[in-house]
């Protein structure tokens, strides 16, 4: 009985001795502890890991899409190489790898991993894929859309493994596409003054001629008699027909075949010219515009209204999709180096400028050495700001149609992420 209740109170008072607990307690929570902290560090590991394997899988994508269109043009096999040994290299933290180039020598895509890329640690291959769809673009182009998967495990820090999971699978896509050929078939009618003062002199020299009749307002009244002067100097015309000229190259070179693009002219001076039929190409639209003499006044109304009609008529749409399966962009370049002789085509012409707008309609406009009114007319025209050109030489207006080519004829490579 002595023993016993000697055991008793040992055993009460080992209960009653706080001593010691604080070792007891901490030893139960120190792998939680460890385990957080582990979570913590992995969860961070696991946030820039899969921001690198994406910036990866994009770039491996728009390295392959591009390649599709480049100079080179590798086959679909060859594309896929190029794709996957972009990922390996970014992957790993390597050197860029060798790409086909460009017409300018530039690697495609523009993108190279970079030598000191940060790599990324403690992943396991598991399996990356590159799917490329090669479907008909237009008549005669082919569209590419490229697929990169990129899936990596990433193991987990010890501490982690004290929860029981020791790794976690990340996976990542990217999706480019480029196509060989434009995008988008267009539909152009020119609208262009050939008024009287189309004839007067520009600021420009003719050096092909060492002496000519010199327009200008003030000896306007002694045509088509005027005394050759000299130096000679570019007529606005002939200005105007070197510009339209260097506009429909660009059209051509951008659709040699004649699958896209088809164009149109109508001039005007104190009332509408026949109007040009549009159609394939830009040939019809050339002769049309270097047959053009410069006469009389100035009404732009009726000629924009037709130019409208033309570019938007049914019979466009069912051209070109009977031709190359696309619905086309509209544009209408509208051009003039005076002021309408009357206020009311300038009325007329802005109502068939909101309907051009309204109606999907690119309206660029050219004021060519113009007077104020004829300016904010076609600064009211223009779809947007920057459609409208105010140009003061000869240079100017050609740089300016060349700009307005360089906007239409525009090739649709489309890389999108």
Known sequence: MGKRSTINRSFMAMLKDRGGNFGMMAALVMPLVLAAGGVAIDMAKMVTTKNQMQDAADAAALAAASALVSKEKPDIAKAKEIATNFLKAQTAGGNSVDLPANDDGATVSGFAASANAAPIEELEVNSSTVDIIESANGATGKAFKVTVANKQTLQFNA????????????????????????????????????????????????TAKSSCPNYTESNWGKYPNLAATSPCYVTKIDALKTAVKDLLAQLKAADPKELYVRTAAVSYNSAQDTAGNIAWGTAGTGTYVN???ATGGTASGNAFKTAYSRVTATTEDTAHKTKNGQVATKYIVFMTDGANNNTSDDTTTLQWCDTARKNNVQVYTVAFMAPDRGKALLKSCATTVANYFQAEEAADLIAA?????????????????
Do not use: H, P
């Not at 999971?165 to 196509?179: D, G, P």
């Not at 239409?408 to 999108?416: E, G, I």
């Open 291 to 293: 047959a053009l003499v």
């Open 401 to 417: 149609f060349k700009a307005i080519g360089e906007k239409a004829s525009a090739m649709a490579t489309r890389l999108t992420k």
């Open 159 to 206: 501490m982690t493994r004290l929860l029981g999971q020791k790794s976690i699978l990340i996976e990542t896509r990217a999706t480019a596409e480029s196509a060989t050929e434009t995008k988008n078939a267009l539909s152009m009618y020119l609208v262009l003054d050939r008024s009287g003062s189309m004839a007067w002199k520009s600021n420009t020299q003719n």
